[in-house]
């Protein structure tokens, strides 16, 4: 497989001159996932962000095909696209679903799982920014643990967000799906790796990428892929594939960077107490404890 | 030429329609009493006398919206839905509508919970009058399978670019048996050409950007050309069906029939099947002597407002039969009729009559009680003019 970086990966755009927020994590994955998908890309939003950034009359941002589907529709309507394709014999294209983490884990749930079921010749990218942004920052079925979202304030009585990260990864994995992943926009490189992986995949393939949000966490806009980095450096994310049955964790650091560090960067999570973050520091303890004993790496 | 008839129930007619319309793709979802239909595309996919891919979607939103994602790249798309599916993708239809797809969708019409019931009434449809989607409503299992073929042709009519929905009463009509004529393939083939729409679908050689949003700059021109494309629709599904039975022997008469009107001093106005048998009883009245007529509505979007008042010129007293109630009003098709008809310099007087929710019959008794309300009320006598048929409580 061809080596991607910056160096080999094509000067060609296919996502720009979209009205998201400076220093945008996921105008920034959809951007270079795009330069791998291509120009034969047909791809499917939801209202979202991305939707609402890059489809206003008349400036479009997209320069491959691309629509907007309704809110829980985001997989239909792209196995819908990638049916009608197939069923007009016209080949060589890639059909795709990019959907943010309240359109795939919440209100896109069911559609998304109908369509692994049907094996639907789909890549299906969900932009992990952890909150229902382009609304105003409200909880998501991703939002991790003590986040502070307008509808998870933190006070006197709670830390922001109680419930755990839903973990999507594995509720797609388990589905027996041909080809899932996680990533982060700073892990760049591993991305588009995992893009060109599911592109070549033929059926439903999964990405979850990692995308920190500057307006709706609450850091300077320049800290978008250092953010990127430490939460997975400091473990509370993960890099790994899911493929044959089998996980496979890419990366396994020996130690952690400081998960404090990486939290009180943000003031999502400003509110949280020495004794949040070691809870929330056993949570990732458990997890790489059972990933480590269970997963290939 | 030797024409085969099949002995099949309303919900198989609609199947058999959709197979000579052959559609590239059919998503499907079961919900009674539309399931037969997509039962039967199954088998016709299985067997391989229909080629189109089949998706076994996960719910009615999932139907429409892989419907959406079908006809968005310029392929022919079916589904099917009824009753609590119907409002279930209700978000879906507007996408659709707007984004000016030919989809085309059969809506076996039940009754909307609760109380919980399967049987037929037109509530479900009359939710979505709105949608921005062309509906028929059709009298029995041969116009059922003949307005699939034609459904497509209008969808898909440059000018018109439209959804359109194929209302069938729930039981009634879907799961009643009747001799139905399946014409020939070729003479389909004939009549509906190859779906073409390069000016609204994506494409590899012309990319684009569709369901876009649009601001208050923009947004209520888009919306006003949909408005005047669907209103101007009514040229096209007139001449469509001109056209068809031309070719197939049928005619329908494009937005309504009328039967007995020429001379016609009374006249019920009905949608689907209730219209059967109101045929019957005008029959009987007629042979009475009495001077009455039946309008058979076929079209509620766009709605026959001109050729409406045209047919009832000279008509004294009309009453319309609803399938459907909106709480806290009337029945719908009523209310559209009355503004219809308020165009007319000599306006008749106007009854409802409101039956059939949640299935129940509506007899040949119960209409000629219609029929003998209407000259009662024409000859001035005090009484309700919302009627609520056959029913077993006070109110």
């Given at each position: 497989m061809l080596k991607l970086n910056a160096h080999t990966i094509t000067n060609k755009e296919y996502f720009y001159g979209h009205k998201a927020c400076g220093g945008c994590g996921e105008s920034l994955a959809l951007r270079h996932a795009m330069k791998i998908l291509g120009e034969n890309s047909f791809a499917a939003l939801p209202a979202g962000c991305m939707a609402a950034v890059s489809f206003i009359y008349p400036n479009m941002a997209f320069t491959t095909n691309a629509m907007i589907t309704p809110f829980a529709a985001t997989?239909?309507?792209?196995?819908?696209?990638?049916?009608?394709?197939?069923?007009?014999?016209?080949?060589?294209?890639?059909?795709?679903?990019?959907?943010g983490d309240g359109g795939t884990a919440d209100i896109g749930f069911q559609a998304l799982s109908g369509a692994i079921d049907r094996n639907a010749d789909i890549i299906f990218i969900t932009t992990?920014?952890?909150?229902?942004?382009?609304?105003?920052?409200?909880?998501?079925?991703?939002?991790?643990?003590?986040?502070?979202?307008?509808?998870?304030?933190?006070g006197e009585n709670l830390p922001g967000s109680i419930t755990q990260k839903k973990n999507m990864f594995e509720i797609v994995a388990a589905h027996g799906i041909t080809y899932a992943a996680t990533a982060s926009v700073g892990y760049i490189e591993d991305f588009l790796k995992k893009v060109q992986k599911a592109k070549d995949t033929k059926g439903t393939s999964y990405i979850q990428v990692f995308v920190p949000c500057p307006t709706g966490w609450g850091y300077p806009a320049n800290e978008t892929v250092s953010l990127a980095k430490a939460v997975v450096d400091s473990g509370l994310w993960y890099l790994a594939e899911y493929e044959n049955g089998e996980f496979m964790l890419n990366k396994n650091p020996k130690e952690f960077t400081s998960a404090k560090d990486y939290l009180k960067k943000q003031s999502r999570f400003k509110h949280l107490n020495d004794a949040d973050i070691e809870y929330i520091e056993e949570q990732r303890d458990k997890k790489w404890e059972i990933m480590r004993r269970k997963w290939n790496y | 030429m030797s024409k085969q008839k099949k002995f099949i129930c309303g919900d198989d007619a609609v199947a058999e329609g959709v197979r000579l319309a052959r559609p590239h793709v059919i998503s499907a979802y079961p919900i009674t009493p539309q399931t037969i239909t997509v039962e039967r595309l199954a088998e016709y996919v299985e067997e391989g006398s229909l080629k189109a891919e089949y998706l076994h979607v996960e719910s009615e939103h999932s139907a429409l919206s892989c419907a959406i994602g079908v006809s968005s790249v310029g392929a022919r798309a079916f589904t099917a839905t009824s009753s609590q599916g119907l409002l279930y993708m209700a978000e879906a239809l507007p996408y659709a509508s707007g984004a000016r797809l030919p989809i085309v969708m059969m809506n076996a019409n039940r009754s909307i919970a609760t109380p919980w019931n399967i049987y037929g009434d037109q509530m479900d449809a009359m939710f979505l009058l709105n949608s921005g989607w062309i509906q028929y409503y059709v009298e029995d299992a041969q116009e059922a399978m003949d307005m699939m073929i034609q459904a497509y042709r209008l969808a898909e009519t440059k000018e018109v670019m439209t959804p359109v929905m194929v209302n069938i009463d729930g039981f009634v009509l879907t799961h009643t048996y009747e001799l139905v004529e399946i014409p020939e393939q070729s003479l389909v083939d004939e009549f509906l050409p190859p779906i073409s729409m390069p000016e609204n679908s994506m494409s590899l050689e012309s990319p684009k950007s569709l369901c876009i949003s649009a601001g208050n700059d923009t947004n209520m021109e888009f919306n006003m050309k949909q408005h005047f494309d669907m209103l101007n629709s009514e040229y096209f599904i007139e001449a469509i069906d001109k056209e068809f039975g031309d070719k197939f022997g049928r005619y329908y008469n494009g937005m309504l029939e009328g039967i007995n009107m020429d001379d016609a001093e009374i006249a019920l106005i009905t949608t689907g099947t209730v219209t059967g048998t109101t045929r019957v009883v005008l029959k009987k009245l007629r042979k009475e002597g009495k001077k009455v007529g039946l309008i058979k509505l076929r079209v509620l979007r766009p709605f026959p407002v001109e050729k409406l008042a045209e047919v009832l010129k000279g008509v004294k007293a009309v009453g319309v039969i609803d399938k459907n109630i909106s709480f806290g009003y009337e029945g719908t098709v009523f209310t559209n009729v009355n503004s219809a008809l308020s165009?007319?310099?000599?306006?008749?007087k106007t009854m409802n009559f409101i039956g059939g929710i949640g299935g129940r019959d509506i007899t040949k008794e119960d209409i000629e009680i219609a029929y003998e309300k209407l000259f009662e009320f024409l000859q001035g006598e005090k009484i309700e003019r919302v009627q609520y048929m056959n029913v077993r409580c006070d109110y």
């Open positions: 997989a239909s309507v792209a196995s819908g696209i990638a049916a009608g394709l197939k069923a007009l014999g016209i080949e060589n294209t890639q059909t795709i679903g990019i959907a992990d920014n952890e909150a229902y942004m382009n609304t105003g920052i409200q909880k998501s079925g991703l939002t991790p643990y003590g986040t502070k979202t307008t509808t998870s304030p933190a | 165009t007319m310099e000599n306006m008749p």
